[in-house]
């Protein structure tokens, strides 16, 4: 039997994983595994940049268990009481449902704002009304052509903290 073959195959995964890992990545140098310079990879890499020692500093991670065990425990340089941020692309931009949202918004019904409803918690019951919300607050919230995702995101949750049906699910944790 060829061993070579799961052999490459592991390394393959493992790779793919680490690389995942380390785009998500913040901008502060920040593995994606616990925030802020946690975990021995971090600590073993620091003051590297680059791609490379990114997916090092995320296999170590990854691979010992030492980033989960010091966020329980407030070790390995973990803090999680920092925020965590995301430097990519709006969710809603990756997944093409901006104009989708956009349209349906405006006509006050449809699949994508339902869909956008979801995402954002708001329950069975007050889906109807946040359509008639969003439809009455369309400029408000895509107030301009290029409107960004996260712009769109922001002013909803404004215009829902200004509802009292609505302002419960502005709030939530994603």
């Excluded at 073993?44 to 995320?58: C, D, Q, T």
């Excluded at 989960?68 to 997944?95: E, H, V």
Aim: glycine residues 14%; proline residues 3%.
């Amino acid at each position: 039997m060829n061993t070579s073959i799961p052999v490459k195959a592991l390394a393959l995964g493992l790779l793919c994983t680490t690389g995942m890992a380390a785009v998500a990545a913040t901008r502060e140098g920040d593995t994606g595994t616990g925030g802020g310079g946690c975990g021995w990879g971090n600590m073993v890499w620091e003051g590297k940049h680059g791609l490379p020692p990114y997916l090092l500093a995320s296999t170590t991670n990854m691979t010992s268990g030492n980033a989960t065990f010091g966020m329980t425990s407030g070790t390995n340089g973990c803090d999680t009481s920092k925020t965590i941020r995301y430097g990519g692309k709006s969710w809603l931009n990756l997944a093409g449902m901006l104009d989708s949202i956009a349209e349906d918004m405006a006509q006050g019904q449809g699949e994508a704002l339902d869909a956008y409803a979801t995402l954002l918690g708001v329950e069975q019951v007050d889906r109807a009304h946040f359509a008639r919300v969003t439809h009455d607050n369309f400029g408000r919230i895509f107030s301009r052509q290029d409107v960004t995702g996260e712009e769109v995101l922001d002013a909803t949750l404004q215009v829902m903290r200004q509802d009292p049906r609505l302002a419960r699910y502005a709030d939530r944790p994603a």
